[in-house]
């Protein structure tokens, strides 16, 4: 069952999308604002967003920054803006698709199959293992030498995005975005303190990480 992530404020059409989408065999979760949206896809990582670009506290656009490169699912924009810079600004902000409102609910569901397909099925309970610790994304458990580590989460939430993206650089305001809020964005001290921990707690050599990567003044990343 594909999990679906519904971002908007209208709470009569979240009723209605969640009832609709229930019913084709989704499973179903939604978000009022861009912040809750963010952390849910952070902890819970739905494989496709639907979401509205006119949100309370932050733009749409907003939201796909934050979501990008670490979210790699699929984005479907679903908006009252139908202007054509808008649906350009959403498809180079990162989203897959853009669904104008008043929209139909065959076509939406029909888009959703079509950008899930293209998407590529991906592992339901993934497991990213190195040479000295294994990370259970689905269980959200962490091991080393075969015993269990008990991580905060925020300290889950950090590494479950990073590792998500193998080799990528991802930036320290996605991640404060992500894990703390748009309001963290530029507490960057937060990143270097929780880093730092997860190191001691997973690298054989914290001085010298070999997995937890820090790129200076930009970003953090994990290296299989």
């Known amino acids: 069952m594909s999990r679906v992530l519904v971002v908007d404020d209208d709470p009569q059409l979240t009723r209605a999308l969640r009832i609709t989408l229930h019913a084709a065999g ?17 902890e819970d ?15 749409g656009t907003d939201v796909l920054a934050g979501l990008r490169p670490w979210f ?23 989203a897959d698709d853009y669904v104008s409102k008043p929209f139909d609910m065959g076509e939406l569901l ?3 199959r079509a950008l899930l397909r293209r998407g590529g099925p991906e592992p339901d309970d993934p497991v990213v293992r190195t040479d000295h610790f ?14 269990v580590v008990r991580l905060t989460p925020t300290e889950w939430g950090l590494l479950s995005i990073l590792v998500r993206a193998p ?12 894990v703390w809020g748009p309001a963290y964005e530029r507490e960057t001290h937060y990143l270097r ?21 820090t790129e200076p003044g930009m970003g953090y990343r994990f290296r299989p």
Do not use: C, I, N
């Not at 294994?134 to 015993?147: C, E, F």
């Open 167 to 178: 080799g990528r650089l991802v930036g320290q305001r996605q991640l404060l975005q992500s």
């Open 134 to 147: 294994t990370v259970d994304l689905a269980a959200r458990q962490v091991t080393v030498d075969g015993a």
């Open 72 to 94: 790699t699912g699929p984005v479907l924009v679903l908006s009252a803006r139908a202007d054509s810079q808008d649906k350009v600004g959403a498809l180079d902000a990162g």
């Open 193 to 213: 303190v929780y880093m730092a921990q997860l190191r001691r707690k997973l690298e054989p050599d914290a001085a010298h990480p070999r997995y937890l990567l």
């Open 26 to 42: 989704y499973d179903v979760s939604s978000a009022a604002d861009g912040r809750t949206a963010l952390a849910k896809t952070a």
């Open 110 to 112: 029909a888009r959703l």
């Open 45 to 59: 990582h739905p494989d496709l967003v639907v979401l509205d670009l006119g949100l309370p506290d932050l733009d």
